[in-house]
Nanobody
């Protein structure tokens, strides 16, 4: 089993920044990509960003490209999502995810493991 615990959500004004963290524990296998998804009220969960196990490959949704940055510390089994230039439409519950495969694959194939989510609210 893999456990994922997110932190760092909160309330921020448009144009501001938030940094999300996700700590993974349990049977994290080498080769797992990690990433972030989000779900806004009344909408389906959508892919945000993913990063390969070694951190050398990243993949972003078009809606966040250039504003969000995903990174990871493999020694700590932790992944981060730096969110800058936030917009009200970024308001959502953000979920950490982990699964086998590449960062790009995570955008198309539902990951195996999920965290409980952390709320990020952007007001104008």
């Amino acid at each position: 089993q893999v456990q994922l615990v997110e932190s760092g959500g909160g309330l921020v004004q448009a144009g501001g920044s938030l940094r999300l963290s996700c700590a993974a524990s349990g049977r994290i296998f080498s080769g797992y990509a990690m990433g972030w998804f989000r779900q806004a009220p009344g909408k389906e969960r959508e892919f945000v960003a993913a990063i390969s196990w070694g951190g050398g490959s990243t993949y972003y949704a078009e809606s966040v490209k250039g504003r969000f940055t995903i990174s990871r510390d493999s020694a700590k089994n932790t992944v981060y999502l730096q969110m800058d230039s936030l917009k009200p439409e970024d308001t959502a519950v953000y979920y950490c995810a982990a699964g086998g495969g590449t960062a790009q694959l995570m955008a198309r194939v539902r990951p195996a493991y999920w965290g409980q989510g952390t709320q990020a609210t952007v007001f104008s």
